[in-house]
């Protein structure tokens, strides 16, 4: 069969890789690239493990074709920290402790930074509704929302005092 | 020796402590927000194959014949297993790690012989050298069915013209023993008092029966596997699980191998809820491994992980409730029902032993009857069996209050199980705090908080016996002083913390220079499985214990270096103090760094080794308060507040003890209001993904609100009590009490979904 | 096995040109939601996807004298970002933002909920009752059509091979005029719809309501344009007694099934609650405008 080639970015790094054009991108951060942080909970976009943002735009991974990367910029949860400098978010999750067994965590993290890059200021119900498709089975989501509530408010005190 | 007094020691003082009760950031924390962390699916080794299993489309079908021969011969294809190449196991209840376990029906749930049971049941499994030969490969592989009736709810399983699942199933437990095989695996009975003079003695009695639907753990990663196998016949296993050491075992058992020619390597482990307490892939995984030569991966999707592993059991619950005019209980009479799913051995005795037990209650009964049917194998989930039964009792409790005209918080309060009460399993309760549940509930706002129109308010209690068991523990002083700390527990939801925390308070040291590790089966003694709430209780004991041995040791070694006797030396915050005074010496204090340091002329390095089979579980208690708001025209109910209240003895990491509570609660809320298993006519499951499945999403939930009470177990050296099981217990009567103040109906039967919530509504409008 | 390609044409012509000349089982790939499903579950295994999502036409949301032209592979995120369109049409946006969640938001578009055919589609009910309709291109030229008469039954239709859907067209908002979606799910998100109802109507300026469409989802094997709930409404001022007959009209089109998601009893009931709950939301909107 056939290897579809995809030219793309991950993580601002340039990417060029061969693969069968029915792998979807979950496949090939998995499979090829070694990013393992995104997870398959479902393989039908329902619970979220695998989130990742496409031109900062969130998607699942597992509904995306690798060939449909080629030309786009993805950011997965091993782009979200600042080499060893861990993001807000990613800060505020452990403070917070916003997780319990950690699966969900990375697609949870990638999720509520794109809600933070469109709305600094979030009110509870429109985290809980950004991320209604993320499924937590451990912690009822109540340290999750709080954590991303006190990231935002971090981030945006951040932002005024640089 | 001295743990109970240690125990009661640390707890009477009420001592201040440095660490315990403190919330540091989990130690494993980094790894799990960067995507670094390794998951079972997530270890790759090189020339790894991929395997996959061939399952049952049939709900009950005999098997007559499997050919393999297409697939072997497809290129790429390097090992296939069926039933034929696992031994055949005796048909006995065997010693388990803890409890008594019939590995042959572990061995034929692994991988089907002579008849599938349930749609998706393992017949076959392939590896290839890549996923999509290997489905190519499952997909040439031809398995000859003959279909049989098939049979998937418990009552009609117990009829008498049911079709039989095994026919050499005998019911337990009746005598005389029946001489025909039927699919009533066994029955138990519990029993105290007098329970026809008890009901006789009652003014009123509460006669009702529940009903609750098959529901999966729900953890969000699928179960996975890597095993491989060496060229000397060692078997290497890597996989998420809840114990490398029942791995292990179980392998050993169903593949005939000795236990030291096996070592599993726990990965990280993405939720298990009790449904990774037992093997499915891991057996197949190392015959592929064995067939090949190669390391093999296996990975369930979604829809195999509904299918084919574990939900817990649906169940028919029959309560009788008898109190006095004033409300003191009288009797109780639990007859309950449970699927085991395809195999014997459903947690029905332990709703029989759980039901009744937040109770003062004189006389009372409890018949418990397990019983198979064209299901997966139930496995465990948190508080095995209790939630079920507790459903109707506390239903029970609710509607009975309503007839007395009393207080339902008040009601329990006035029959609630306190220190020296009875259950109906034999033990009477320690030190309990259950009372106190209830006063912090009758304390909480959330009690007395005005209801909306439309809303109604329901408050339920929990327990859970918690265990302790085998665990092991090794604490290394590092050269520099820094401190490893290896267990043999899977880390499920924050254990590590807790680990480090109580080795650092032992040790009166910095948290930050501790490291906890969790070994595999190579590395740790033997540990029971992460599960029952015990592993803070009886792992975090042995952590103490070893700990505590590091002290004796280090207090010797600066006797050593002052040249005094171990009497001498006093262990006090991370550092040696010399009691003895001598003119002229002054003896400055030695920290733990200094003496580590010296630590090859003291006597070589010092680390404490403990084993131990914790007993002193302290018993667990929870009361919710659920406020929901229903839409009388559709039926939909949104849980607009909650608040679970649990006795969690000592909380180590306040936290994720929150977490535990706030976790279980939703999955009770989701078992109440959503999730169910669903069949068609021909016993397939219809909902096989999360999609149709329901489990609660964020948006679908409240803050969840909780109170930690703290009344310290004595058997424990910090007073710890396991949190992690009681609170899926009140959840289920919690929502349905508040569900049936809203509507002015009593609910008995869960999910209440809202077809089913709208056909009551409109049935009791209908009927004036 | 068949070999799976992947084309990416840029153009109309070029996309039905690759349609045309493939093999049997060719799928057109816009958003993907329901066709990566399907290829894991391995219900599918089209020997080419062609993904539409090059051709600029289908991308863009464009602004007519006429009303709206959107591009059939353009993402429920990217329409309910078009402030000018969601505030003309707040019932289709808050259909289409109501498949999914965030993450399908970002990737499904208006031409696969259609083409999917699912009778439970969202943004279909609130396209049919705002009257939208369709522009399909193929070997033989393009027509237009109403949404209405794109999908025949569960899965099915009228599309013939090499043919898709290019754009849609939504017509500008009439005076007076307001729209609104509704749907039942057992949750609050991430479910499909067990029923659903989508309203346009029309009020004069003493209140009476001089036009309406509505239509229901999920209760029959494609989502139903109801003349009779529109007459219930036409002529009223939507008092209890036209609410009334509006939601037994609803229920009487409805010709549903018992499934996982829901009983006939419950979707034929529920379904008149719902469109008389939308008339509301609709109204309300038709009297701000």
Redo the contacts between chains.
């Keep these: 069969m056939a290897k579809h080639h995809v030219t793309t970015t991950v993580n601002r790094e340039p990417v060029e890789l061969l693969c069968d054009p029915s792998a979807t991108l979950l496949d090939v951060l998995r499979d090829e690239l070694g990013l393992i942080g995104s997870k398959e909970g479902c393989g039908s976009g329902d619970c979220g493990a695998c989130s990742v943002l496409m031109d900062g735009r969130l998607v699942c991974a597992c509904l995306v074709l690798a060939a449909e990367a080629t030309g786009h910029e993805i950011t997965t949860i091993e782009g979200i920290a600042d080499g060893n400098k861990l993001h807000t978010l990613q800060q505020q999750f452990l403070e917070d402790a916003a997780l319990q067994c950690g699966i969900c965590t990375p697609g949870f993290i990638v999720a509520a930074k794109a809600l933070l890059d469109r709305n600094p200021d979030p009110t509870e119900t429109e985290v809980r509704f950004w991320l209604a498709g993320n499924l937590c089975r451990c912690t009822g989501y109540d340290k999750i929302v709080r954590a991303v509530m006190n990231a935002a408010a971090k981030m945006r005190e951040e932002a005024v005092h640089g | 020796m001295g743990n109970e007094q240690d125990a009661l020691n640390l707890v009477n003082e009420q001592v201040e402590y440095k660490w315990v009760g403190t919330?540091p950031?989990?130690p494993?924390?980094?790894d799990?927000?960067?995507?670094?962390?390794?998951?079972g699916?997530?270890i790759?080794l090189p020339g790894m194959l991929t395997g996959v299993v061939i399952r049952s489309p049939h709900a009950h079908a005999r098997i007559i014949s499997i050919d393999t021969s297409a697939a072997a011969a497809l290129p790429g294809v390097l090992g296939i297993v069926t039933g034929a190449d696992l031994p055949e196991l005796p048909n006995e209840i065997a010693a388990g790690g803890e409890a008594p376990i019939n590995f042959r029906s572990v061995s034929e749930n692994a991988i089907a012989r002579r008849k599938a049971l349930y749609d998706g049941h393992a017949v076959a499994a392939v590896a290839a050298t890549s996923v999509?030969i290997a489905?190519?490969a499952a997909a040439l592989i031809k398995v000859n069915y003959e279909v049989l009736p098939h049979v998937i709810n418990v009552l009609d399983a117990m009829a008498e013209d049911a079709p039989v699942l095994h026919d050499d199933l005998i019911t337990k437990g009746l005598e005389p023993a029946p001489t025909k095989a039927s699919n009533i695996a066994g029955k138990v009975e519990f029993a105290m008092g007098d329970i026809e003079k008890g009901f006789a003695e009652s003014d009123v009695i509460i006669e009702r029966s529940y009903t609750t639907e098959a529901v999966h753990?729900?953890?969000?990663?699928?179960h996975a596997v890597v095993a491989s196998v060496a060229a000397d016949g060692m078997v290497n296993i890597w996989c998420s699980s809840q114990g490398q050491f029942m791995v292990r075992e179980f392998c050993a058992k169903l593949l005939g191998m000795d236990i030291g020619r096996i070592r599993v390597t726990p990965a990280?482990?993405?939720?298990?809820?009790g449904g990774k307490t037992t093997v499915y892939l891991e057996p197949l995984a190392v015959v592929l491994a064995q067939k090949s030569g190669r390391p093999v991966r296996m990975?369930m999707?979604?829809?195999e992980v509904m299918r084919a592993t574990g939900p817990t059991s649906g169940t028919h619950v029959h309560v009788k409730l008898g109190a006095k005019r004033d409300g003191t209980f009288v009797a109780g009479e639990m007859v309950l029902k449970y699927q085991a799913g395809a195999y014997p051995g459903s947690p029905a005795f332990l709703g029989g032993m759980t039901g009744f037990s937040c109770y003062e209650l004189p006389n009372a009964k409890a018949v418990c009857w397990d019983v198979v049917s064209n299901r997966p194998k139930c496995a465990a989930y948190r508080a095995p069996g209790a939630p079920m039964a507790s459903f109707g009792v506390e239903s029970a409790i609710d509607e009975l209050a309503q007839t007395l005209g009393m207080d339902p918080l008040e009601l329990r309060l006035k029959n609630a199980a306190k220190e020296g009460t009875a259950t109906i399993y034999g033990p009477k309760f320690l030190k309990i705090g259950y009372l106190e549940t209830l006063l912090a509930a009758k304390a909480h706002p959330h009690w007395s908080a005005p209801l909306g129109p439309n809303q109604g308010r329901g408050i339920a209690s929990g327990f859970w016996f918690n265990v302790g068991g085998p665990s092991s523990a090794s604490v290394h002083v590092n050269e520099d002083g820094s401190v490893s700390v290896v267990t043999g527990n899977p880390d499920?939801?924050?254990s590590r913390a807790s680990m480090a925390i109580m080795a650092a308070e032992v040790l009166g040291m910095d948290l930050s220079k501790v490291k906890p590790l969790i070994g595999d089966t190579g590395q740790i003694a033997y540990s029971f499985l992460t599960g029952g709430s015990r592993v803070t209780f009886a792992t975090g004991m042995a952590v103490c214990d070893a700990a505590k041995d590091v002290v004796r040791q280090l207090r010797t070694r600066a006797a050593k270096m002052w040249k005094v006797t171990p009497e001498d030396v006093e262990w006090r915050d991370g550092s040696a103090f010399c009691t003895k005074v001598e003119e002229g010496k002054e003896r400055a204090p030695l920290t733990l760094a200094a003496i580590a340091h010296g630590a090859a002329r003291t006597g070589g390095p010092i680390s404490g080794n403990v084993s131990i089979n914790a007993a002193g579980a302290g018993p667990g208690f929870g009361t919710h308060i659920c406020d929901v708001e229903v839409d009388p025209?559709?039926?939909?109910t949104?849980v607009i507040r909650y608040t679970a209240i649990q006795d969690v003895g000592r909380a180590i990491?306040p936290?994720?003890v929150?977490?535990?509570l706030?976790?279980?609660?939703?999955?009770g809320i989701g078992w109440a209001?959503?999730e169910e298993y669903?069949y068609d006519a021909n016993g397939r499951l219809?909902?096989t993904?999360?999609?149709?499945y329901?489990?609660?999403?964020?948006?679908?939930?409240p803050?969840?609100d909780t109170v930690l009470v703290e009344v310290p177990n004595p058997g424990h050296p910090y007073g710890v009590r396991g949190v992690g099981e009681v609170p899926i217990v009140p959840p289920l009567a919690a929502v349905a009490n508040a569900v049936s103040h809203a509507v002015g109906l009593r609910l008995t039967s869960l999910p209440i979904?809202?077809?089913k919530l709208?056909?009551a509504i409109?049935g009791a409008k209908a009927a004036g | 096995m068949n070999a799976v390609e992947y084309a990416k044409p840029q153009s109309i012509d070029d996309a039905i040109r690759c349609l045309t000349n493939a093999p049997v089982g060719a799928r057109v790939l816009a958003g993907g939601t329901d066709l990566l499903v399907q290829l894991r579950a391995g219900v599918v295994r089209p020997p080419l996807i062609v993904d539409l999502k090059g051709i600029a036409e289908l991308r863009r949301i464009e602004s007519t004298a006429d009303g709206f032209r959107i591009g059939a592979a353009v993402a429920g995120a990217e329409l309910s970002e078009h402030a000018e369109f969601s505030s003309q049409w707040p019932g289709i946006t808050e259909a289409f933002n109501l498949i999914g969640s965030t993450q399908i938001q970002g990737r499904a578009t208006l031409g696969g909920n259609l083409c999917n055919g699912s009778p439970a589609a969202d943004s279909v009910p609130a396209l049919i009752a705002a009257g939208v309709r369709c522009i399909v291109v193929g070997p033989s030229g393009s027509r237009e059509m109403a949404v209405e008469d794109v999908v025949t039954a569960p899965g099915k239709t009228v599309l013939t091979t090499g043919e898709f859907i290019s754009q849609f067209l939504i017509p500008a908002r009439a005076a007076h005029s307001g729209d609104a979606y509704l749907r039942f799910i057992p949750r609050t998100e991430m479910d499909i719809a067990v029923a659903s109802a989508g309203v346009c109507l029309t009020l004069n300026a003493a209140g009476v309501c001089t036009a309406a469409r509505v239509s229901l989802g999920a209760v029959a094997p494609r989502a139903l344009l109801v003349a009779a709930c529109a007459d219930a409404l036409i002529g009223s001022t939507l008092d209890d007694a036209a609410m009334a007959k509006l939601a037994a009209a609803a229920s009487a089109a409805c010709a549903p099934i018992n499934d996982k998601r829901g009983t006939i009893e419950f979707r034929t009931k529920v379904a008149g609650v719902l469109a008389r709950r939308a008339v509301t939301i609709a109204a309300q909107r038709a009297r701000g405008n």
């Design positions: 919330r950031i989990r494993d924390g980094a799990k927000v960067t995507g670094r962390a390794t998951f699916a997530d790759d999509e489905h190519e753990q729900g953890y969000i990663e699928p990280e482990i993405g939720g298990g809820f990975v999707t979604r829809g499920i939801g924050g025209e559709t039926g939909a949104r990491h936290s994720y929150e977490g535990q706030q976790g279980g609660a939703v999955q209001l959503n669903v219809q909902n993904g999360f999609l149709d329901r489990m609660p999403v964020a948006s679908d939930l803050m969840i979904s809202p077809p709208l056909a409109d």
